[in-house]
């Protein structure tokens, strides 16, 4: 998953999980926003929730993070997204 990883921030607070999978997946999939194939959306849950999203290719993962904006529009509302590289943490096992 090295480099194919992007963690978003700025999530819609009110909408349940699955449903901003789902938002998310439709969003990143467009080659307007970068986007392109999804191999997994994780969406954790928190006070401050934020989404995995793992595509298929790197090079769609650097087009991601390489985009102006990324807004997400749901039901007439605009949240803007905060699209950061995501370094797994290693744990002591694979050390």
Known sequence: MAGRTVRVA????????????????IHF???????????DVQVLPGPRA???ITFEAPEVA?????ARSHVL?????????EVTAHEAELSPDEV
């Open 73 to 81: 529009s749901v039901g007439g509302s605009r949240y803007p997204l």
């Open 62 to 66: 650097r087009r991601v993070l390489r």
């Open 50 to 52: 934020c989404a995995l």
């Open 29 to 39: 999939l467009r080659s307007r926003n970068g986007g392109g194939e999804i191999a």
């Open 10 to 25: 700025g999530l819609p607070p009110d909408l349940p999980p699955d449903r901003v999978a789902d938002k998310l997946t």
